[in-house]
């Protein structure tokens, strides 16, 4: 059974700081992995899709990174800015039509001091 | 273009009574899915369906019933509410299922 990992759970910085937060997952038989974001109360918003032969994806200020043989991916967010403040979610979809659907994990809750 | 539309946005039920949450996509996806998520749990799959009369079970089937009967509308029916069925609910869309997912906004559900 596929499991995500978030780390670390929750994030305090100040403005300007670039940060990294990280995901892993126990089976590398990924299609894909997607990184949301979440505002408290509210839906997820897709920020970056990496497919499985695909080492990173940039979005302007973020990046994100995926080593599926080592089951980790990283999202960089550089010059933080009290408006990132949310949670960021990491998603794995599997690589068979049953198992498509996407496997979470719980989340980093960032917080982005002014 | 609305992209995966979520009614209600909030309800209350009590214990034992039932209801459904709709989900309609206008983005013509073939594979939609159900999440709930509860605090410190993330999001974990209630049942998906990979297109028009094809579902199945995910993780935390019991107590919930799908069916797809169109591409564009699959409803969430709660058969005999539980407290334990207290959560946020959230319905997803995918055009094959191997590509980027959509969301829709949420179902804040309460069961006294």
């Known amino acids: 059974k596929q499991e995500v990992t978030q780390i670390p759970a929750a994030l305090s910085v100040p403005e300007g700081e670039n940060l990294v937060l990280n995901c892993s997952f126990t089976d590398s038989a990924i299609y894909n992995l997607q990184w949301f974001r979440q505002d408290p109360g509210k839906g997820l918003t897709s920020l970056l899709l990496i497919q499985s032969s695909q080492r990173e994806q940039t979005s302007g200020r973020l990046n994100a990174s995926l080593d599926k043989s080592s089951g980790r991916s990283t999202l960089y967010i550089a010059a933080s800015q009290p408006g990132d403040s949310a949670t960021y979610l990491c998603?794995?979809?599997?690589?068979?039509?049953?198992?498509?659907?996407?496997?979470f994990g719980s989340g980093t809750r960032l917080q982005v001091q002014p | 273009n609305a992209g995966v539309t979520q009614t209600p946005k909030f309800q209350v039920l009590k214990t034992g009574q039932s209801m459904t949450l709709q989900c309609a996509q206008d983005?013509?996806?073939?594979?939609m899915s159900w999440y709930r998520q509860d605090p410190g749990m993330g999001l974990r799959l209630i049942h998906y369906?990979?297109?028009?009369?094809?579902?199945d079970q995910g993780e935390v089937p019991n107590g919930y019933n799908v069916s797809r009967s169109t591409t564009e509308d699959f409803p969430l029916r709660l058969l005999s509410a539980a407290p334990s069925q207290t959560s946020v609910y959230f319905c997803a869309s995918s055009f094959t299922g191997l590509g980027g997912y959509t969301f829709g906004s949420g179902t804040r559900l309460t069961v006294v």
């Open positions: 369906s990979v297109g028009a009369g094809i579902t």
């Open positions: 983005m013509n996806h073939e594979y």
């Open positions: 998603a794995v979809s599997g690589t068979d039509t049953g198992r498509r659907a996407l496997t």
